[in-house]
């Protein structure tokens, strides 16, 4: 079958990669794509947020089956577009419906299913410009840290933790004032949850599901976990605490819990579910959802999956993945992200990059990368390339993916050096 892939960046690269692989794809079109991915599938300009453009080119190219990789046209709803068009709801979509995704359109509204199914997560309330005095009392209540969330999509960046309360106080004024747009026009105001976070993958068809390898990604830009928020610095798959007893209690408590709260509450979902969890002292308790695979971890998970992807797609799509097994490669895999100078913040696009040298085991994967006009590699964004290594040990593995990031330069170039350190002194 012919398929498109909506996306530009590393997790858009990896599931690419995987996606070409499969016996069941002919064409791979990726929109609009990078670098990386226009060596495994064509690159098409196409804005994933139109989606009559989206539509004409399927039905021109005899598209079967849409790949939905960033979350924004998932909110907005191009699933449901593709139902409801005669022309196109032949086309398989890998990507919940707008209510679907309204768990990671809405802060809020994610809480309040947890609420209704008894999910573990932290204590909370929602207020708006109008109950600001009322946020200020809460916070009251709390102990710190103070976490506050923009209710919306706020590219990553809608989360605040503050230790001080008058500090708090004042970014709740801020965020309820404007400062993420329209995302923080509510803010949800958490407990803070002590512990280890990771991150859980779930494939599902609304019904049944599957359970991909879990993983742990870094989001700040400096060593040590300080510094800006990011996208992500680099991940690790699978998480070493995450054990069979761990994980038994996150299936039971959340997973299933999940799954059949969309079922019962008659939520057409056909996609990957990302709980982001916190590990307190044992037990697991649900920080967010997201309703994508996550950047970068899917540059650590997808290259463990040894299953045919397309097949799991098609059977996610027609209702049917209890029919499927997952087949996961047993070896660790550590990702080290390489960014731009100034990123977060202020940064260069344009800088000539020199790939270096390839290694047995380790994937490269463009995040923000093009090609210029004599055909070299430059940067064309924050996050600009990463590296995934696979070997028997997780020591093992980030030594071969920093040993490969070493080779890769360009002006400006910055990786952290101490992805996986944490997991690692747990393990002593």
Known sequence: M????????????????KIAQSVLCDRLFIAPGNAGTAQVGENVKLDASDFESVGRFVIEHRVEMLVVGPEAPLVAGIADY???????KHVMVVGPSKQGAMLEGSKDYAKAFMMRHNIP??????FTRETLKEGEAFLDTLQAPYVLKADGLAAGKGVLIESDLATAKA????M????????????????YLSGIELSVFVLTDGSHYLLLPSAKDYKRIGEGDTGLNTGGMGSVSPVPFADKEFMKKVEDRIVKPTVRGLREEKIDYCGFIFVGLMNVAGDPYVIEYNVRMGDPETESVFPRIKSDVVELFV??????????????DPRTAACVMMVAGGYPEGYEKGKVIDLGVDAPDVQVFHCGTKKGENDELLTNGGRVICTTALAATLPEALLKSYDRAATIRWDGKYNRRDIGQDLLKLMI
């Open 171 to 174: 970014h709740l004024g801020e």
């Open 121 to 126: 997560t932290a204590r909370y309330q929602t």
């Open 82 to 88: 593709f139902a409801e068009t005669a022309s196109l």
């Open 315 to 328: 059977n996610a799509a027609r209702g049917t993945l209890d029919r499927c097994t997952l087949s996961i």
């Open 176 to 191: 309820l004032g404007g400062k993420f747009g329209e995302a923080s026009a509510n803010v949800v105001i958490e407990e």
């Open 2 to 17: 012919n398929i498109l892939l909506l996306g530009s960046g590393g997790r858009e690269h990896a599931i690419a990669v």
